[in-house]
């Protein structure tokens, strides 16, 4: 079965770091762009984070630029999102998405029908 499956989520402090995994099953994750997005209580969906299928090129949202790393180990099928220096207005479920296309350096990353695959959320919550 073709899915994505992220996990790592919990609770964490302000100011405390986690590491999110997006596993990959059914399908070589080498061949595919990847992005996180995230959806807060009461907001939409807001992308965060893209990296091309070869790891080497990523873009980030204003909002989480500096305080989040994206990476992916295509050998063991995995995309990452380190989440470092939390803040409440981090709390959200993450989730992970398959970029449709073959990535360019233009193309737009940030909207959602740009994705044919999803995976469920994994639920941040920031607090003390």
């Excluded at 790393?69 to 998405?97: F, G």
């Excluded at 990353?109 to 994705?115: E, F, G, I, K, R």
Aim: proline share 3%; aromatic share 12%; glycine share 10%.
């Amino acid at each position: 079965e073709v899915q994505l499956q992220a996990s790592g989520g919990g609770l964490v402090q302000p100011g405390g770091s986690l590491r999110l995994s997006c596993e990959a099953s059914g399908f070589s994750l080498s061949n595919y762009g990847m992005s996180w997005f995230r959806e807060a209580p009461g907001k939409g969906r807001e992308w965060v984070s893209f990296i091309n299928k070869y790891g080497g090129y990523s873009l980030y949202s204003d909002s989480v630029n500096s305080h989040f790393t994206i990476s992916r180990d295509n050998a063991k099928n995995v995309l990452y999102l380190h989440l470092n220096s939390l803040k409440p207005e981090d709390t959200a479920v993450y989730s992970c998405a398959r970029y449709r296309h073959s990535y360019s350096a233009g193309q737009v990353v940030a909207p959602l029908d740009q994705y044919d695959l999803w995976g469920q959320g994994t639920l941040v919550t920031v607090s003390s």
